[in-house]
């Protein structure tokens, strides 16, 4: 099924075949992917984008109000912008394969986050589980606060913000991938891998507390 011009004031609910959105795709509903293949080809604007199941894409770069997945696949070839997006599910896999793709606030509890392009979290930016992998890069942007405790930076992360590592907890940086802070760094645990770490000149880096010995081990590490 093709459309050309779409107004949503409902919910759409796609459970199987393949949809193709050619023109404006607007309104104050929802739009759900519980199956099939949907196709954005033109500019897009919703409150409410879930997907549950099935594959979405975004050829253009949509401008999202809430955007969930719990499963099923979404590509973002353009970037675009969100207000809140929620990632989880075991099956669920979120590429921004171009462009940036910005949001006011992230959380991911499983699934992956993948791709070649960028993003960009504003203000919240909140990862307990799931998988960051990708060439792209991930900015924290000024006022952001992140909270990594153990884990592993698949992705490479430019810190704008804040990132507080706590004692007891391990950040990993991949092989391939780089942690770059322009902002502060409040280190009390451990950083290590085979990335590279990089701070700016006039950023704030502490790697020790008075309780707490902090150890970096990353393949190298470079002020400018």
């Known amino acids: 099924m093709t459309f050309n011009t779409l107004n949503n004031t409902g919910t759409l609910d796609i459970t199987g ?36 199941a099935g594959t979405l894409t975004f050829a253009s770069a949509p401008a999202l109000a809430n955007f969930t997945q719990t499963g099923g696949t979404a590509n973002f070839n353009a970037g675009g912008s969100a207000t809140n997006i929620n990632l989880s599910g075991a099956g669920s896999t979120l590429n921004v394969n171009g462009g940036t793709l910005i949001a006011t606030n992230f959380t991911q509890s499983g699934g992956v986050f993948d791709g070649a392009g960028a993003f960009s979290a504003t203000t919240l930016y909140n990862v307990t589980g799931g998988t960051q992998t990708g060439t792209g890069a991930t900015i924290l942007a000024p006022g952001s606060t992140y909270t990594p405790g153990t884990t592993t930076l698949g992705r490479s992360l430019i810190v ?10 391990t950040l990993t940086i991949a092989a391939g991938r780089t942690l770059t802070v322009n902002g502060t760094l409040n280190n009390a645990g451990t950083i290590t891998g085979a990335g590279d770490l990089v701070t700016a000149l006039g950023s704030t880096f502490s790697l020790r507390s008075e309780e707490h010995t902090s150890e970096l081990q990353s393949h190298s590490f470079i002020s400018y």
Do not use: C, K, M, R
């Open 17 to 52: 075949g393949t949809q193709t959105f050619n023109g404006p795709t607007l309104g104050t509903g929802g739009l759900t992917v519980n199956g099939g293949t949907a196709t954005i080809n033109g500019s897009y604007s919703h409150a409410n984008t879930n997907v549950a």
């Open 160 to 169: 704008q913000g804040t990132l507080n590592e706590n004692a007891g907890d």
